[in-house]
C-alpha cells in the first residue's frame, strides 16, 4: 500500500489572513488589486507544490471594510488569470447556492475546468451573512435548514447538468460531418420543491468530468451535507481533540452513506507565524495584533457572538453568559469554535480579540519551521487532518517562509510530494474521475 500523502492548500485573502496584515510593514496594500501579485503567488504555490490555491467569496460588502481588506474579488475571474499563467495546480472557487442560479453556475464552473485542462472546484457555501439578502431582492436572509435544503437540491441538479454530456458526446469528426452525438447528450428534466431545470448544459463534459466538490462547514447540517457530497471538507479547530472528532465523525458519516471515507478529505485551516526562534515567531505574533484597531474586533465579536462590547471592557473577563446560544446564530460551527476558546482559555475580551484576529477562528501557530511542521505532522499522522488550507497571516512574506523553510522539513519527512504526478485537482486528492450518470450501457465509457 503507497503512504498516504499530505494535501495542501494555498488560501489567499487580500492582504493575509490577520485583519491588521495590511498595516504591516511587511505589506503593500496597493498590490491587492494587482492581479500580478496573486499570479505571482500561484507561481510560488505552484512550485512547492500545493494541492490547491483558493479564493473565499461571499456576495456582499463586510460590514467592517472600514478598518480591514475585507473586500471580495470574484473569483471566476481571478482563476482563469491564474489558469492562464500555472500548469498544475488546482483553482477552487467558493460560490453560493443560495445566491446563485445552478445552470449560470455549472456554465461558469465547467468553463474554468475546460480552461485549467482539469484543476476547478468548487467550495460549496449557503451563505451566512444576512445583508446579502437585500443585494437579491429578499426582504430577509433563507434561515439556516432552509438554505441547506436549497444546497442539496443545487447539487443534484449541477451534478446532472455536469453529467449530461457523455464523455464521448462531443465528435469532431471533420470526414464524416458529425461533430457531437446527440444521443449522448441528455436534457435532465429536473423538477423539485425549489429548482426547475431543463438541462442540457450547453457545454461539453469537463476534464474532471466534474469540479473537486469542497464544503466549509462543521454545524450539524454541514457535516451530514459534507458526509453526503463533499470531496474535501474545510474546517476550523482550535485543539487536536476537536479535530480528531470531527474527522472521525465526518469518515463514520460518508462510511455509513457507502461512500470511501478516504475519499472525503479534512482539510482544517492553519495560520502559521514563523520565526527563526519560537521567540521570535511570538513577537512577530505580537507584532500584528498590535496594529488591530478595536473598532474593528469589536463589532467582528458582535457578528460573530451577537455581544455588543465597549473599549473600556477590552481588559475584563468576556462576559460569557451574555452570549446567546439559541437562534440562527448558535447553528453556526464557527461560533461553537469561539465558544469553545471562552471555555476553554477564559481570556480577557482583548485575549480573544487577538485570538480571533489571526484567523477568525482558524488555528494560529507561532513557532520554528520545525515546530509548524511539528504541529502539521501530528494532526496529519494523529487522525485529525488529511492536509490543511495554508492561511498565511501576510502576504507575500508568510506564505514565502511557509515555502521556502516548512515545505521541505515535511519533504523531508516523507509526507509531502516533491514533485506533481498528475495534472487535475482530482489527480493531487487522489480522487477517481467519476462517470456521467447518464451514460448509456449500450455504449460503455473508456477508462480513464
Do not use: C
Request: charge should be negative.
Amino acid at each position: 500500500m503507497s503512504r498516504r500523502e499530505l494535501h495542501l492548500n494555498l488560501f489567499v485573502y487580500p492582504g493575509g489572513h490577520h485583519e491588521a496584515a495590511w498595516r504591516h510593514h511587511g505589506s503593500d496594500p496597493a498590490r491587492i488589486l494587482d492581479i500580478d501579485f496573486y499570479q505571482d503567488l500561484a507561481r510560488r504555490a505552484e512550485a512547492a507544490t500545493f494541492d490547491g490555491i483558493f479564493f473565499a467569496d461571499g456576495p456582499a460588502l463586510a460590514d467592517n471594510v472600514r478598518y480591514a481588506s475585507r473586500f471580495r474579488l470574484e473569483p471566476f475571474t481571478w482563476l482563469s488569470a491564474i489558469a492562464a499563467v500555472t500548469q498544475r495546480i488546482g483553482l477552487i472557487a467558493t460560490a453560493s447556492t443560495t445566491y446563485s442560479e445552478p445552470y449560470n453556475l455549472a456554465r461558469l464552473f465547467a468553463s474554468l475546468d475546460h480552461l485549467s485542462r482539469g484543476r476547478a472546484g468548487w467550495n460549496i457555501v449557503t451563505t451566512g451573512a444576512p445583508q446579502a439578502a437585500l443585494n437579491f431582492g429578499l426582504d430577509a436572509h433563507p434561515v439556516h435548514a432552509e438554505r441547506y435544503d436549497r444546497a442539496r437540491e443545487f447539487l443534484d441538479v449541477v451534478t446532472k447538468l455536469w453529467d449530461s454530456w457523455e464523455d464521448d458526446a462531443l465528435v469532431a469528426d471533420q470526414k464524416t460531418g458529425l461533430f457531437a452525438d446527440t444521443d449522448r447528450i441528455h436534457a435532465i428534466d429536473h423538477e423539485g420543491p425549489r429548482l426547475k431545470v431543463r438541462g442540457p448544459l450547453n457545454t461539453p463534459r469537463t476534464p474532471q468530468g466534474r469540479p473537486v466538490y469542497v464544503q466549509a462547514g462543521s454545524s450539524e447540517d454541514g457535516r451530514a451535507f459534507a458526509a453526503r457530497y463533499a470531496e474535501a471538507v474545510f474546517t476550523a479547530h482550535q485543539t487536536l481533540g476537536n479535530g480528531q472528532d470531527l474527522y472521525a465523525d465526518l469518515k463514520k458519516r460518508a462510511a455509513g452513506l457507502g461512500r470511501d471515507p478516504d475519499k472525503v478529505l479534512v482539510l482544517p485551516g492553519i495560520s502559521p507565524f514563523i520565526g527563526s526562534t519560537e521567540a521570535e515567531a511570538r513577537a512577530l505574533h505580537d507584532e500584528y495584533n498590535e496594529l488591530t484597531q478595536p473598532e474593528y474586533s469589536l463589532q467582528l465579536l458582535h457578528r460573530m457572538l451577537g455581544l455588543r462590547l465597549t473599549a473600556e471592557q477590552l481588559d475584563g473577563p468576556v462576559p460569557r453568559e451574555l452570549v446567546e446560544t439559541g437562534g440562527e446564530r448558535g447553528n453556526g460551527s464557527r461560533f461553537q469554535v469561539i465558544l469553545d476558546i471562552i471555555d476553554r482559555e477564559q481570556p480577557t475580551v482583548r485575549g480573544l480579540l487577538h485570538r480571533l484576529a489571526g484567523a477568525r477562528g482558524h488555528r494560529v501557530v507561532a513557532g520554528t519551521p520545525e515546530q509548524v511542521a511539528d504541529q502539521i505532522q501530528e494532526w496529519f499522522e494523529q487522525g485529525a487532518a488529511d492536509g490543511f488550507n495554508v492561511m498565511p497571516p501576510g502576504l507575500p512574506g508568510g506564505f514565502d517562509l511557509f515555502a521556502d523553510q516548512v515545505v521541505p522539513i515535511l519533504r523531508a519527512r516523507g509526507l509531502f510530494r516533491t514533485e506533481y504526478t498528475g495534472t487535475t485537482l482530482r489527480d493531487h486528492y487522489g480522487l477517481p474521475r467519476p462517470d456521467s450518470q447518464y451514460a448509456d450501457s449500450a455504449h460503455p465509457q473508456e477508462s480513464s
